[in-house]
């Protein structure tokens, strides 16, 4: 059975960081791309990063140079390492595997970063 896992949430102040781990397991294709979304309340689920099988990543201006997105494809697992983490940062954070036409979601994970 295909299912997706986010690990690593919780609560920082501001300047600390947090690792999201994301686990796919059940595939038999390869997972071409692995993204990370957020979305905090009342607002609507933004792209934070993705990493291509290849190892290519792309990032949201608001996380570059703080947030690194890495892949094990061997593993099917990725991390997102989020340094310098602000208050607007806090959101749950989904993951999202990307297997040929199809999309895979994880339940979330919940990050809250206080001032």
């Known amino acids: 059975q295909v299912h997706v896992v986010e690990s690593g949430g919780g609560s920082v102040q501001a300047g600390g960081s947090l690792r999201l781990s994301c686990a796919a397991a059940g595939f038999i294709f390869e997972i071409s791309a692995i993204r990370w979304y957020r979305q905090a309340p009342g607002k609507q689920r933004d792209l934070v990063a993705s990493?291509?099988?290849?190892?290519?990543?792309t990032y949201a201006d608001s996380v570059k140079g703080r947030f690194t997105i890495s892949r094990e494809n061997w593993k099917n697992m990725a991390s997102l390492q989020m340094n310098d983490l602000k208050p607007e940062d806090t959101a749950v954070y989904c993951c999202?595997?990307?297997?040929?036409?199809?999309?895979?979601w994880g339940q979330g994970t919940q990050v809250t970063v206080s001032s």
């Open positions: 990493i291509t099988s290849g190892g290519s990543t």
């Open positions: 999202n595997a990307i297997v040929g036409a199809h999309s895979y």
